[in-house]
């Protein structure tokens, strides 16, 4: 698979994208919590590695940690722009209407209700810690596939994993969830284990 992906066999990055195209959407969405961004990262992750297809060895195993590593690089990247459209949009005159958007509010209040307490936790985190515990926690990969995706030491990989799971426990003991409907109880701090995507 490395050969024909450096040779530039379409047939050969199809095959790559049906294999991992869920998995560096579903990598992305838990760096961006959202799943319209997520979809854009996946899809620029796939035309860098198309760009990119002659940096893999020829020698190794999944091509899985190198698209991982594409797709955390990618997000930085669209976090970057979007903090600059962000700062120009602030520059422009404001609009004096502000449209009523309580009815779609109170539609979405019980799931931001369930995520207020991860999101809230996963702010407290650096943001090479949370790229750590996705890549580690959320995808799988072990500590040097993820020192592949991200280009550091196997021990950074640890060290950062190690404070992102501390840090997690901890909050996560104190926050205090919502009231109202869906609220979580019971121990909290199983968010912090390990989670496999399947088969992938």
């Not at 509010?105 to 209700?113: F, I, K, P, S």
């Not at 650096?126 to 750590?132: H, K, L, Q, T």
């Amino acid at each position: 698979m490395r050969k024909r992906i450096r040779a530039g066999d379409h047939d050969a990055f199809g095959e790559l994208f049906d294999a991992y195209a869920r998995s560096v959407y579903n990598h992305a969405y838990r760096l961006t919590g959202d799943w319209a961004q997520a979809e854009d990262v996946m899809s620029l992750t796939f035309l860098d590695a198309w760009r990119l297809r002659d940096r893999p060895d020829e020698e190794g195993g999944s091509l899985r940690p190198w698209l991982l590593g594409i797709a955390t690089n990618v997000t930085r990247n669209t976090r970057r722009a979007a903090r600059r459209h962000a700062a120009a949009v602030a520059r422009l005159p404001r609009d004096e209407t502000v449209r009523d958007f309580a009815d779609e509010v109170a539609g979405r209040l019980d799931d931001a209700a369930q995520l207020a307490l991860v999101r809230t936790a996963l702010r407290t985190l650096r943001r090479a810690e949370r790229e750590v515990l996705a890549l580690c926690v959320w995808s799988g990969l072990d500590y040097a596939a993820a020192a592949e995706a991200l280009g550091v030491p196997v021990g950074t990989v640890r060290s950062r994993l190690s404070r992102a799971r501390t840090k997690l426990a901890k909050q996560l003991k104190t926050v205090e969830p919502p009231s109202g409907r869906g609220q979580m109880r019971g121990d909290r701090t199983t968010a912090v284990g390990p989670t496999r995507e399947g088969n992938r």
